[in-house]
């Protein structure tokens, strides 16, 4: 668990830690990831999905996925809100049964608020899953790529010195993991690459029209085999959880830092 004091740009958004409620951390959290721009390209519902605006909050989980064993761990652990990247909803109305009404239910039962950031939290160009990555494979000169519903939510840059294949896999996935898939098809000095966390397999057609030499994403598609081999580029399937990891993190150190909160993750890895 990170504990951090309240630093001046906590003082300057008028929050103190004794005072502060989940309606202060979504006004603080909405400004920091610019949520609103996404209202018409995303809709997981972006923001608080469960909860009371006015609960207390000094501690803050934090996950890639709301399961219920995020939800029950996050609980344990005293946290008085969950903050994660795949929430709840998805834009279609829902009945609350079966394994939904069981992760409200733990919610409620709580007494813990669910928030959610999905697009936001990929094209964010600091704390973003997408922008991180860049940063843990080396990329230079940065800049948006990857367009989904007309907002730009990757990014794409070259490397100061080519590297192989073997290289940015060590690189994205530094634990020695194995990713779910590697097409070895473009060339064997990668200079240029592609990112976009999650499921973006098909958006390899993006890399591969900008003419990259590697495209990273987290999940992979047989139907893309022959147009990969085909297009002679490097794609990198690193797992969907595994290139998502990122942004919760990156936001929790943040939340931190800002606004002195108490601040922990739940990992809860898929494999997938």
């Known amino acids: ?15 103190l830690v004794h005072t502060m409620d989940i309606r202060d951390f979504d006004a603080w959290a909405r400004q920091a990831l610019d949520i609103d721009r996404f209202t018409l390209a995303d809709d997981s519902l972006n923001g608080l999905q469960v909860g009371d605006y006015e609960a ?65 939290l990929d094209a964010h160009p ?3 899953n997408n922008a991180v990555l860049a940063r843990l494979v080396g990329l230079e000169a940065v ?5 989904y519903h007309r907002v730009l939510i990757g990014c794409k840059g070259r490397l100061a010195k080519p590297v192989s294949l073997e290289e940015l896999q060590r690189r994205v996935l530094p634990d020695g993991s194995r990713p779910l898939s590697v097409l070895p098809f473009g060339p064997k000095a990668i200079s240029t690459v592609g990112v976009i966390s999650g499921g973006a397999a098909e958006d390899v057609a993006q890399a591969i029209e900008q003419r990259l030499d590697a495209y990273i994403t987290g999940e992979t598609s047989h139907a893309l085999y022959h147009a990969v081999r085909e297009a002679g580029i490097n794609m990198l399937s690193a797992g969907h959880y ?19 909160l108490e601040t922990f993750f739940v990992d809860c890895p898929t494999g997938l």
Do not use: N
């Open 56 to 120: 207390p909050l000094r501690t803050v989980a934090f996950a890639v996925d709301a399961g219920l064993e995020t939800i029950l761990r996050a609980q344990e652990r005293g946290a008085q809100l969950l903050f994660v990247h795949h929430g709840l909803f998805w834009g279609k109305r829902e009945r609350l049964t079966g394994p939904l009404f069981k992760r409200v239910g733990a919610l409620l039962a709580a007494g813990m608020g669910l928030y959610a950031c999905h697009l936001p």
């Open 1 to 15: 668990m990170s504990q951090c004091a309240v630093l001046p740009a906590a003082r300057a958004f008028g929050i």
């Open 126 to 128: 600091v704390l973003g």
């Open 143 to 147: 800049e948006p790529f990857g367009e």
């Open 242 to 260: 595994g290139t998502e990891v990122h942004g919760v993190r990156a936001v929790a150190e943040q939340a931190c830092r800002e606004l002195g």
